[in-house]
């Protein structure tokens, strides 16, 4: 089992920055891609930013390209969404994902509790 521990949400204004964590522990070596996806009121769960464990190679949804980095940081075990230019449809609950196989997708193997990101406009 992999645990995830989101962290680093909050309430920001438009144009605004956010940077957010998320911790695994546990069977972390069983993880080979980690990532974020983001579900707003109303609205299905949607694949935001994933990178590969072993070498840093890195995905993200057309939304959020050229906004939004994902890093992680393998003595910590920590994956990190630095995100910049928010606007208020990123508003969402964001969870993070880990999954043996790569790129990441909704099936993933497991989740975090999810942190609230609202964006004001």
């Known amino acids: 089992q992999v645990q995830l521990v989101e962290s680093g949400g909050g309430l920001v204004q438009a144009g605004g920055s956010l940077r957010l964590s998320c911790a695994a522990s546990?069977?972390?070596?069983?993880?080979?891609?980690m990532g974020w996806f983001r579900q707003a009121p109303g609205k299905e769960r949607e694949f935001v930013a994933g990178?590969?464990?072993?070498?840093?190679?890195?995905y993200y949804a057309d939304s959020v390209k050229g906004r939004f980095t994902i890093s992680r940081d393998n003595a910590k075990n920590t994956v990190y969404l630095q995100m910049i230019s928010l606007k208020p449809e990123d508003t969402a609950v964001y969870y993070c994902?880990?999954?043996?196989?790569?790129?990441?997708?909704?099936?993933?193997?497991?989740w975090g509790q999810g942190t609230q990101v609202t964006v004001s406009s």
């Open positions: 990178i590969r464990w072993s070498d840093g190679i890195t």
């Open positions: 546990g069977r972390t070596f069983s993880a080979n891609a």
């Open positions: 994902a880990a999954d043996r196989s790569f790129p990441l997708g909704q099936g993933a193997d497991y």
